[in-house]
């Protein structure tokens, strides 16, 4: 049995779920956010050391022990019942939810994809994640994280006044009750005149690295797919192509060197991931340097895009530990 | 530096300081940075406002004169506690244009999209950039504007959308999120380009009806346009429907001035049978049945002015510097 976690509106699930059903493998698909409101979890530990780890849900009951496979996609979180409504029984809820959780997947004795919640998590932090690139022999930007008004002036002088701003982690926030966003940011002298504020949050600055392409490389187990995206010839997404201005940016599969595509398998591997999506740029000299790892990022726009067949590689993935039973 | 300049320049920073930094707060911003000019007077203090795109935020520096000459400088953003990368965010939809259900449209998109829309003499990219023309043309036009100015765009404005009563008026305005007085503003700026371009007009038109003349020639004439090649020996053949004529054909008997026949026509003499000529993917049979020379009348003139405003706009727009910021 193949144990699909995410929300029940996933569209990238409904991409790779034909794919199971041709391998003939079963699968349930939940979500946690359905959890304690609308399912019951049981773990049971016996004195002579047997288990019964069930799960009821809405439509069905699944013996987690028969989980071969895990796929945490984007499950939501725990919801408590919408009549426990004062608001410290809900964070209570949410925190015994949670650990019960984590503690069922850990008992699962199934192969999961990207993993369970604590390599991701790591892996996800940029700091740590720039760090064992480098380590593993990735060209990376000279990097600063800080918080330190004091350091802006001289990284914008070691960039030659091509310096880029980051955030250490995506979130969301809002000016005057708007919905905002930080992209990467090609810093101007201006921003240097507010310099004070950044004793507020850390940040990440890095000198603007030229393109020729960016990439984004999805890693499924050993497999490696890489995709060019070029949005040079796209004034608003140069700079990110997270802007999407899809008229104007061109999409490809692309033949990573032997040596990168190694690094890339390697590096997911070293966080004990099955599954990572990694950014690259590829400089007009020809030398791919590393930006970051998102251990769970999106590769449903890159198979649509590319042809790439990442969903097999999934599919094939999850079905392996039915198979190999 | 003097001890006066000094204590100029904390004043300075003491203003910076205190000026509101929200876009709908600018001119109230202005109006402190002034009082405090006139206050200053040897300085010859200027604000400058710096509106970002994509957010509320602005930001202001000070333009100083030196008491020795040259100019200085000042910015001096307080700490408002509000991270940096906050602080230098931008909306989430900037640059987008309009959002339907699940698609985000942005700019670039939409115009590209409306250009594949468009009818073959303007595009939506020409008419942008001629509507920049004559605001570049207004930039400076600070001669007050009469109530019948006002009156008159205003009701042409409304016409132009169907607007026709208070309350579909009203309606457009919700629709648009104008309020009663953004909209006396924006019809404000309509008039002024209303009267640059009157004027204009006739300041052009007897000029370009002398180099021009055969052009406002008021003709009658007569054609055909349809999918088939369409003979005629005279103009009396083409006032008749013949029952053969299958498939759609359009007949127009009209009166325009010569320049707005189909090109074909233009020229002709009264009585010749032009045609069938291939023109748009149709074919075109025509005649013109009777044609008086251009007057200097008031009707004539007018258009005279209205194709010679076209032909400058035509000449100003590919002189312009444009640039398409997000194309």
Redesign the interface.
Same mark, same amino acid.
């Given at each position: 049995m193949i144990l699909i976690l995410s929300d029940l509106r996933d569209d990238t699930v409904e991409m790779v779920l034909p794919k199971l059903k041709r391998l003939g493998v079963p699968v349930t698909w939940w979500d946690s956010g359905d959890y304690p409101a609308r399912s019951r979890i049981t773990l049971a530990l016996g004195a002579d050391g047997a288990r019964r780890l069930m799960l009821h849900t809405a439509t069905g009951t699944l013996d987690l022990s028969t989980v071969t496979a895990v796929w945490r996609r984007r499950p939501t979180g725990p919801t408590p019942a919408a009549h426990v409504s004062e608001p410290t029984h809900r964070t209570h809820v949410d925190w015994q939810a949670q650990f019960l959780l984590d503690g069922a997947w850990d008992l699962i004795p199934a192969r999961w994809l990207p993993s369970r919640r604590e390599p991701e998590r790591r892996a996800h932090n940029k700091i740590i994640n720039l760090a064992r690139a480098a380590s593993l022999g990735f060209a990376v930007p000279e990097t600063v994280f800080t918080n330190d008004p004091a350091e802006l002036v001289p990284a914008y002088e070691r960039a030659g006044g091509r310096l880029v701003?980051k955030?250490i982690n995506s979130d969301s926030?809002t +000016? !005057?009750g708007? !919905? %905002?966003?930080?992209?990467t $940011?090609v810093l101007t002298r201006? %921003?240097l005149? =507010?310099? %004070?504020?950044?004793q507020?949050?850390p +940040?990440i600055l890095q000198p603007y690295v030229p393109k020729a392409v960016e990439l984004r490389v999805i890693v499924v187990g050993d497999r490696v797919f890489a995709a060019e995206i070029d949005a040079q010839a =796209?004034? $608003?997404a140069r700079e990110d192509w997270r %802007?999407y201005?899809d !008229?104007?940016v061109r999409y490809a599969a692309h033949e990573l060197p032997e040596d990168v595509r190694r690094r890339c398998a390697e590096l997911v591997a070293s966080f004990e991931l099955t599954y990572g999506a990694i950014d690259l740029i590829r400089t007009p000299r020809g030398e791919y340097v590393f930006l970051e790892i998102n251990p769970n990022g999106a590769w449903a726009f890159v198979e649509m895009r590319t042809g790439l067949p990442i969903s097999d590689a999934i599919a094939e993935w999850l079905a392996r530990g039915a198979r190999d039973e | 530096m003097s001890g006066d300049f000094g204590a100029t320049l904390a004043a300075g920073v003491a203003l910076l300081r205190s000026l509101p930094r929200?876009r709908d707060q600018v001119e109230w911003a202005r109006k402190e940075a002034a009082e405090w000019g006139a206050e200053h007077p040897a300085v010859a203090a200027q604000l400058v406002v710096?509106e970002r795109p994509g957010?509320?935020?602005v /930001?202001y520096d000070l333009l100083l004169t030196h008491p020795d000459g040259g100019t200085v400088a000042l910015?001096a953003?307080a /700490?408002e506690?509000?991270?940096?990368?906050?602080? @230098? &965010?931008? @909306?989430?939809a900037a640059?987008q244009l309009v959002s339907v259900d699940e698609v985000h449209l &942005?700019v670039?998109?939409a115009l590209?999209m409306l250009r594949s829309l468009s009818n073959r003499d303007s595009t939506p990219h020409d008419e942008i950039v001629d509507q920049c023309v004559i605001l570049n043309e207004v930039l400076s036009d600070d001669e007050p504007l009469t109530t019948e100015d006002l009156q008159a765009a205003a009701d042409e404005f409304r016409r132009g959308r169907g607007l026709y009563d208070r309350a579909a008026t009203l309606a457009w305005m919700e629709r648009v999120g104008m309020s009663p007085a953004r909209f006396e503003e924006y019809i404000g700026g309509v008039a002024r380009r209303r009267r640059f371009r009157r004027r204009k007009e006739a300041e052009l038109a007897s000029g370009y009806l002398a180099a021009h003349r055969s052009r406002f020639d008021r003709v009658r004439a007569v054609w055909w346009a349809g999918p088939e090649r369409r003979m005629a020996a005279s103009p009396a053949e083409l006032l008749a429907v013949p029952s053969e004529v299958t498939g759609e054909i359009q007949v127009t008997i009209g009166e325009r001035w010569a320049g707005d026949l189909p090109e074909p026509l233009r020229d002709a003499a009264p009585g010749t049978v032009v045609g069938p000529v291939e023109r748009e993917g149709r074919f075109l049979t025509g005649a013109v049945l009777d044609r008086r020379p251009a007057k200097d009348d008031a009707e004539t003139l007018a258009a005279a002015g209205r194709a010679a405003f076209a032909d400058w706009l035509t000449e100003r727009r590919r002189r312009a510097s444009v640039e398409w910021?997000?194309?």
């Open positions: 701003a955030q926030f +000016v !005057d708007a !919905d %905002h966003r930080t992209y $940011t201006r %921003h005149t =507010s310099r %004070h504020l950044l507020h949050e +940040v =796209s004034r $608003t %802007h201005d !008229d104007r | 929200r710096d957010t509320p935020v /930001d910015t953003p /700490d506690g509000v991270p940096w990368l906050i602080e @230098h &965010s931008t @909306h989430w640059g &942005s670039a998109q590209t910021h997000w194309l």
